[in-house]
Structure formats: C-alpha cells, structure tokens
C-alpha cells in the first residue's frame, strides 16, 4: 500500500509571495483598473459633464425661451440684446455652477490621466533559471534517452554563454512513481522513491525535472487503485522535494500511441496486458492522470502540460500522414518527440525567444540597436561586424515538419537583423559569399525590414557553431549522464554501469570548456547588397 503524503495548498505556494506583487502585468491591470473606476465615478454623478450644462437662452438665435423666461422688458427694465435682469441673473449662477464643477473636476481628471500615464509596458517574465543552479532530471526511459534534456542543455549554453547550469540526468528505463509492475514485465518495476533520497543527498538540486506515469498504468485499463497508487506517489516526491528545499517541475507524461501497436493491443476484458500487449486504450489512463497533475497547479505546484500539446501535434501530423510516428513502438519518442519536450519545457521557463538582435540605418548609416561596429558603405553595398550570441544548433534527424508546426525551433531561435532605410526589402546578407538570408517579411513600412538569420545557409558561422554545440553537448551528456545514474544506485538490472563519477566529470570538464568557447558570442562580418 503506497504511503500516504497530503499535499497542503500552502506547501509549496507560502514559499513566494503573491505573484501580483512582483507581477507587471498585474500591477497594469490594477493601475487601468483604478483609472476606469474613477473616470466611471465621475462620468455617472454628472460631474465630468460640463459641457452639457443647460444654459438659459440670451437671444434668438440659440433657440426660443422658455415661458419663464418671456418677461416684459419694461416691467424689469430691460437691457441689450432683449436679455432681461432675471436671465442675466440666472444665466450667471448657471455659469458659476459650471465653472465650480470644471474646478473640481480638474483634480481627477488629472489623476486618472497620471494613472494611465504612469503604467508601464508589461516587463518580459523573467527566465525561470538562474545562472548557477543544478537542475536534476527524474523519469523513465524517455528521460533516459536523454534527447530532451540535450536540447534544453544546449539552449542554455548559447542563450546563456555568461551563465553556468548544471544538469544531470537520472532517468531510469522501466521505472515508475507509483511503485506497481505488471505481472508478466521481466523484473519488478523499479520504484524512483528506492532511490529518491540518495539522488536528493547526492546531487543537492535547486531544481528537480521529473516527467512519470507512461509506466505507471502498468499498460492496463484505468483503475481507482492504480491511479491512487500514482496519486500518491507524487504526491511523495512533492513533498520530498519540498524537504529538499528544491524547486519542483512536474510534466504530464507524453501520449501513448496505440497505432504502432494495432496488431498487439488487446481489448478491455482481457485476462492480462503488458507493455507488449498493452491496453487499446490505454491513452486514456495517461490523459486521466495528466487531468489531475494539472490540477495540482491550484496548489501551488509548477506543471508542464506535455500530453496534451503532443496528442495535438500528433494528430494534425495524421490528418496529412497516416502513417506518421513519433514513436516506433507507441511509448519511446523519437528525437522529434524529444525536441516538442524540450520546446514546451523552455516555453514554460519563459526561455527568449530570440537568440540576439540589431538594428541598423543604411542611409544615416546609423546602429540603433545591437553590437555593431563599422557600419559603412562602399562599392559592394553595406559592410558591418555584429558581434552576436549563437543560435541553437538544428538536430538534422529532427522530422522536416516540425518547422512551421508553431512548435519548432524556428519559435525558439528567432536572429533577427532589422534594416531601415531605402529598399530595405530588397536587401541580401552575406557573410563572405554565404548567405545569410533576404530581408523579409514585407511589412507596411516599406522603409523598415527584417533577416532572420536562423534560415541563413547552414555554413553561416554562427550556424555552423550551433551545430557544433550541440555535438559537443551530446557526447559530454553520453559520459555524464551513465555516471550520475550509477553513483547513485538503483535495483533495475541490465543498465551498463557508468564510469566512475569524478572520472566522468573530468573528461566531461574538457568537452565543456569547448563547448563554452564556442558558444561565447562571436563578430560576424556581414554585406548588405
């Protein structure tokens, strides 16, 4: 029976203080709203509406008099222009009226338009890492595979070249967080909580990534006591994270596909199932606990939706390519798969979305934003050295369609140059003689323009890094990644134990200062023609 751990609303959310506090965005929509309630206030007690007082009619053409104000301009002595003493009167205590309230009125209206004035732009979110932090990675064999954790790793690297993150990957094939096993699996699935402890003391993380569930259904159909086991079990990690006093990310596990598996599926009555036999429907276990593990954000726990983002992007995939896979076998993503983890994982942490930026006048030959030196022109066109960070490497066996499915690299990995200036559409860039890129999209102002140099020619230098990077950062992942899982222990047989670990991480140390090297920004000379 699973140990019991309940989770308070205050767990983990009493450790910050209200998000509105330190929330721009929030701080907006207090100061608008502020504004709108006392501009309300006054336009529904008539006070704002000045210009709308009634004044008593002085002469024919603004109208015929009332009776009242028909007198004999002999009986009260009548003066210029037909206006009697009595109007004269009362023409002037409707006008002092008025300019009391325009007096009054004065003072709010110039408070509401500070209000307005004073609030600021929303501020971008700040990342969610900070540099120097140690973030732990817990799962089963997707997470062992280690492809997501790659890409995050590489995107920190090149986006964050002045910052050091260490991750270490501690997934674990076959392993669950609810502790159960089917009967006919080859050894009793490990349980992460054997190991939990060890891996906590050991790595002391601020941050622990842990994506589980695909496992924990055991590939049978949905059960009260199965989904309370793994209730429960995550339940225990939260709260053990929480005693470490690390920062807990939880992720919905992917989907599991069931058309690689069509022909072994097996249908709800079946004596037994397995992860070779699973459940026809067994989708449906993973999108119940997905449901729940969303729920676990009203109390205060950070949880990144994965199964519902990927069902969808498997899905439009189909509606052109029946026979599309992200996973041979229905579980194991493809590195596709692992990149659409990695996107929705960053996106969470509100990772940027451009790599770098500049923006350059042709005809004052002018930087107005970016490090840029040398801008001149001669016979060839514009020449000018920007000194930008490098993008995240493009991993060639990614599929062909992620780009322009809203969840590829391109969201990520944004490099714009923004030209202004005469036929600003019309200009190429080169570095050397490779292309970087034509300036595009057109826009209205047929003046301003954009390159995004992430769709420049692969040999572009800062391309050709990226790629580089991202080599380097997999095979220092493949030396250090064995070694964690082996320091710290497990009871799952058949994983090849890694090198000692302070001999992995020498080695590892030597592919890092190359990595570094490489992804510190570089000057690129550039040539608009």
């Not at 007082?53 to 009260?76: C, L, Q």
Request: one cysteine or more; aromatic letters at 6%; charged letters at 25%.
């Amino acid at each position: 029976m699973p140990q019991v751990v309940k989770l308070g609303r205050k767990s983990e959310a009493a450790k910050a203080p209200p998000a509105s506090e330190h929330d721009p965005a929030a701080a907006v929509k207090r100061r608008v709203t502020m504004a709108a309630l006392l501009a309300a206030i006054l336009l529904s007690s008539g006070v704002i509406a000045v210009n709308v007082m009634p004044r008593p009619d002085t002469n024919a053409s603004t109208g015929p008099a009332t009776p009242d104000d028909r007198d004999d301009g002999a009986a009260y002595g009548g003066g210029r222009g037909g206006e009697t003493a009595p109007r004269r009167a009362r023409a002037g205590r409707y006008r002092g009226v008025a300019t009391a309230r325009a007096l009054i009125v004065r003072p709010f209206l110039l408070l509401a338009l500070t209000l307005l004035a004073a609030t600021p732009a929303p501020a971008k979110p700040a990342f969610f890492l900070k540099g120097g932090e140690r973030v732990l990675f817990l799962g089963d064999s997707n997470t062992q595979a280690g492809g997501y954790v790659h890409y995050v790793d590489a995107f920190l690297s090149t986006r964050f070249p002045d910052r050091k993150f260490e991750l270490i990957n501690l997934g674990l094939a076959s392993e669950t967080v609810s502790g159960l096993s089917e009967p006919d699996h080859p050894f009793p699935r490990p349980d992460v909580h054997e190991r939990l402890d060890r891996a906590l003391a050991l790595v002391k993380p601020d941050v622990v990534v842990a994506c589980y569930g695909m496992n924990d259904g055991i590939y049978y159909p949905p059960t009260e006591e199965r989904a309370a086991a793994y209730r429960q079990g995550i339940l225990k990690l939260v709260d053990g994270v929480r005693k470490a006093k690390a920062r807990l990310v939880l992720m919905t596990p992917p989907p599991f596909d069931p058309e690689p598996m069509r022909s072994k599926l097996l249908p709800a009555g079946a004596p037994k199932y397995s992860w070779m036999t699973p459940y026809e429907r067994y989708d449906d276990v993973l999108a119940g606990y997905s449901r729940w593990l969303l729920g676990l954000r009203k109390e205060g726990v950070r949880v990144v939706d994965l199964h519902g983002p990927i069902s969808r992007y498997l899905l439009g995939r189909r509606e052109t390519d029946r026979a599309y896979r992200l996973a041979a076998d229905g579980v194991h993503l493809s590195l596709s798969g692992h990149w659409l983890i990695a996107y929705h994982l960053l996106r969470s942490w509100n990772a940027p979305e451009e790599v770098d930026r500049a923006e350059i006048d042709v005809d004052r030959l002018e930087v107005k934003s970016g490090k840029v030196t040398g801008l001149s022109r001669g016979v060839r066109g514009c020449h000018f050295e920007w000194t930008t960070k490098i993008p995240l490497g493009r991993d060639r066996r990614w599929d062909r369609e992620l780009t322009g499915s809203g969840m590829g690299l391109e969201e990520l990995n944004r490099h714009p140059l923004v030209i202004r200036g005469r036929g600003a559409h019309g200009f190429v860039v080169l570095e050397g003689e490779v292309p970087g890129g034509r300036a595009g999209p057109r826009s209205p102002d047929p003046r301003r323009a954009a390159v995004d140099l992430q769709w420049g020619d692969a040999e572009l230098s800062t391309l050709r890094r990226g790629a580089e990077v991202l080599k380097l950062v997999q095979e220092r992942r493949r030396i250090l990644d064995p070694a964690w899982v082996s320091a710290v222990g497990h009871k799952r047989p058949g994983i090849a134990p890694g090198l000692p670990l302070e001999e992995a991480q020498r080695k590892a140390e030597a592919l890092e200062i190359r990595i570094r090297e490489l992804a510190r920004p570089i000057p690129v000379r550039l040539l608009l023609r």
